[in-house]
């Protein structure tokens, strides 16, 4: 027998603290080498693009794969999100699929909570103030990560280049968190202005975000940019860090955000000072000085939504959520 789970069902289940526990161990598993993850697969189409993203865990016992397809228009054109994804979970033992459910919630928590771990590791614990350009699905999943991992955060800039976006954004998050101050600034400038830490998370294919604007001690978490098309980062931005660090080398660089400086002859792979998992196993230090500046570029990996799958797995089986197929 087969689990499936709706979209409703793995809501149910998974919030944001234990999509951390998942990633944040899938991280580890990648940085101790106890991971089987080949290059993700892609197919591109006129209008998006469909991606396959295997990957097995020993430690966990758990395997599977993710098929996610991003098409941009998908609201303007159809009222779809742009992100749809399904994960099938299968036995390491003998490969009967354990579980199929959605992933596309899965996806945009997954993402935010490795972004948080990008932040638990790199940015400086007394954060006060946080800097996010996007307004959309993953601007929400970022700032929830963010608050799990930096609590003492009193401040959140919110830029996006669709007003109404924006402003709808700074309503709901001061509803989730009222304590803390949500303010729509104008640009991409003041949301990184003396921020602590600065998120990017748009599907921008021109680099936004200046170097100039980062100040000394911040931490940049890029996550947008997860393609060769799209980019957030100038080429000051990486020439300002002090250490760069990303979820996993091959990726990084075919993003836009660090192909365009390699290109450029700004940066080699040697550049990299560590892939997150590296550091999160403890093989590396992360932050080591008050004043230094780190950036983490974020692409997505296949071990997080497995990790996070096998999670709500675990979870719908205890709690009897789910249809047995």
């Given at each position: 027998m087969?689990?499936?789970?709706?979209?409703?069902?793995?809501?149910?289940?998974?919030?944001m603290?234990?999509?951390?526990?998942?990633?944040?161990s899938?991280?580890?598993e990648m940085?101790?080498d106890?991971?089987?993850?080949?290059p993700?697969?892609?197919?591109?189409?006129?209008?998006?693009?469909?991606?396959?993203?295997?990957?097995?865990?020993?430690?966990?016992?758990?395997?599977?794969?993710?098929?996610?397809?991003v098409?941009?228009?998908?609201?303007?054109?159809?009222?779809?999100?742009?992100?749809?994804a399904?994960?099938?979970?299968?036995s390491?033992?003998?490969?009967?699929?354990?579980?199929?459910?959605?992933?596309?919630?899965?996806?945009?928590?997954?993402?935010?909570?490795?972004?948080?771990?990008?932040?638990?590791y790199l940015?400086?614990?007394?954060s006060?103030?946080?800097?996010v350009?996007g307004?959309g699905?993953?601007?929400?999943?970022?700032?929830m990560?963010?608050?799990?991992?930096?609590?003492?955060?009193?401040?959140?800039?919110v830029y996006?280049?669709?007003?109404?976006?924006?402003?709808?954004?700074?309503?709901?998050?001061k509803?989730m968190?009222?304590k803390?101050?949500?303010?729509?600034?104008?640009?991409?400038?003041?949301?990184?202005?003396?921020?602590d830490?600065?998120?990017?998370?748009?599907?921008s294919?021109?680099?936004?975000?200046?170097?100039?604007?980062?100040?000394?001690?911040a931490h940049?978490?890029?996550?947008?940019?997860?393609?060769?098309?799209?980019?957030?980062?100038?080429?000051?931005?990486?020439?300002?860090?002090?250490?760069?660090?990303?979820?996993?080398?091959p990726?990084?660089?075919?993003?836009?955000?660090?192909?365009v400086?390699?290109?450029?002859?700004?940066?080699?792979?040697?550049?990299?000072y560590?892939?997150?998992?590296?550091?999160v196993?403890?093989?590396k230090?992360?932050?080591?000085?008050?004043?230094?500046?780190?950036?983490?570029?974020?692409?997505?990996?296949?071990?997080?939504d497995?990790?996070t799958?096998?999670?709500?797995?675990?979870?719908?089986?205890?709690?009897k959520?789910?249809?047995?197929?």
């Amino acid at each position: 027998m087969t689990l499936y789970l709706t979209q409703e069902e793995v809501q149910k289940v998974l919030d944001m603290k234990s999509t951390l526990e998942a990633v944040e161990s899938a991280f580890k598993e990648m940085g101790n080498d106890k991971i089987e993850m080949p290059p993700r697969v892609y197919l591109h189409f006129e209008k998006g693009v469909l991606i396959a993203m295997p990957a097995y865990m020993p430690g966990l016992n758990a395997a599977g794969t993710k098929i996610v397809t991003v098409h941009p228009g998908n609201k303007k054109d159809y009222g779809l999100p742009a992100v749809i994804a399904r994960i099938i979970l299968n036995s390491p033992e003998n490969g009967v699929p354990l579980a199929i459910m959605d992933g596309t919630y899965i996806t945009a928590l997954r993402t935010g909570a490795a972004g948080a771990t990008g932040i638990k590791y790199l940015s400086r614990k007394d954060s006060k103030v946080a800097g996010v350009c996007g307004a959309g699905v993953q601007g929400k999943s970022q700032v929830m990560g963010l608050m799990e991992v930096r609590p003492g955060i009193q401040k959140v800039k919110v830029y996006d280049i669709i007003p109404e976006a924006k402003k709808a954004f700074v309503e709901e998050m001061k509803k989730m968190y009222p304590k803390v101050e949500f303010v729509a600034v104008g640009s991409a400038k003041e949301a990184a202005t003396d921020s602590d830490i600065v998120i990017t998370c748009t599907p921008s294919p021109e680099a936004f975000m200046d170097g100039t604007w980062i100040k000394k001690g911040a931490h940049v978490s890029a996550i947008g940019a997860d393609t060769g098309a799209k980019r957030e980062l100038m080429t000051s931005v990486i020439k300002k860090a002090n250490k760069l660090v990303v979820d996993f080398v091959p990726q990084a660089f075919v993003t836009g955000d660090f192909r365009v400086p390699k290109e450029e002859g700004a940066i080699t792979e040697d550049s990299i000072y560590a892939q997150l998992g590296t550091i999160v196993a403890g093989k590396k230090p992360g932050r080591e000085k008050p004043d230094e500046i780190t950036v983490f570029k974020a692409t997505g990996l296949a071990i997080q939504d497995v990790g996070t799958a096998y999670k709500v797995y675990q979870l719908a089986k205890e709690k009897k959520a789910g249809k047995e197929i």
